[in-house]
């Protein structure tokens, strides 16, 4: 279940932002702030992972994320924008829905075992569509709390504040 690395302040839904690194720097603040870690740290690490490759995995999802050695629990923060971003994904279709993920480098054998369960949640069209109606970041965390999760690994033991990249197969 997905609910236990995310709380209802760690939802933010019709962000306005220019593209891409707009995106990304706005939501680094944004859990910066609400975490308390440095900005420039948070910053740095999505940009770094970035970088490397787009996290955009197509169907209009992303899932921004960096292994970070100051943080000692993970730190999640799901982001739906106001107008899609072109995030460079596999399928070029523009991102609204981000799903931004802090992970502690001391950590990194539950990483993998968490970014399968977001996913499998995200691959699924109906979960997709349901986060993109949501009116509230509470009905957004009730979508994610009322779907099935039976083929996904508990990450339960996981703390508030939960980051990826994914290509989607067919789905």
């Given at each position: 279940m997905i609910s236990p690395t995310l709380l209802e302040e760690d939802i933010?839904?019709?962000l306005v932002t220019k593209g891409k690194q707009s995106a990304l720097s706005k939501i680094a603040i944004r859990i910066a702030r609400r975490t308390g870690l440095d900005e420039q740290m948070v910053l740095r690490g999505l940009f770094d992972r970035e970088r490397l490759g787009s996290t955009g995995i197509g169907r209009g999802i992303a899932i921004p994320h960096a292994?970070?050695?100051?943080?000692?629990?993970p730190v999640a923060s799901l982001t739906r924008l106001a107008q899609p971003v072109d995030f460079e994904g596999p399928d070029d279709d523009p991102v609204d829905l981000i799903y931004t993920v802090l992970w502690p480098s001391s950590a990194t054998s539950t990483f993998l075992p968490a970014l399968s369960q977001i996913c499998r949640l995200l691959r699924a069209p109906q979960v997709r569509e349901r986060l993109r109606l949501a009116r509230s970041s509470d009905e957004a965390l009730a979508i994610l709390e009322t779907?099935?999760?039976?083929?996904?690994?508990?990450?339960?033991?996981?703390?508030?504040?939960?980051v990826i990249s994914w290509q989607f197969g067919n789905a």
């Amino acid at each position: 279940m997905i609910s236990p690395t995310l709380l209802e302040e760690d939802i933010l839904l019709g962000l306005v932002t220019k593209g891409k690194q707009s995106a990304l720097s706005k939501i680094a603040i944004r859990i910066a702030r609400r975490t308390g870690l440095d900005e420039q740290m948070v910053l740095r690490g999505l940009f770094d992972r970035e970088r490397l490759g787009s996290t955009g995995i197509g169907r209009g999802i992303a899932i921004p994320h960096a292994l970070l050695s100051t943080i000692y629990s993970p730190v999640a923060s799901l982001t739906r924008l106001a107008q899609p971003v072109d995030f460079e994904g596999p399928d070029d279709d523009p991102v609204d829905l981000i799903y931004t993920v802090l992970w502690p480098s001391s950590a990194t054998s539950t990483f993998l075992p968490a970014l399968s369960q977001i996913c499998r949640l995200l691959r699924a069209p109906q979960v997709r569509e349901r986060l993109r109606l949501a009116r509230s970041s509470d009905e957004a965390l009730a979508i994610l709390e009322t779907e099935p999760h039976q083929q996904c690994p508990n990450i339960s033991h996981l703390k508030p504040w939960v980051v990826i990249s994914w290509q989607f197969g067919n789905a």
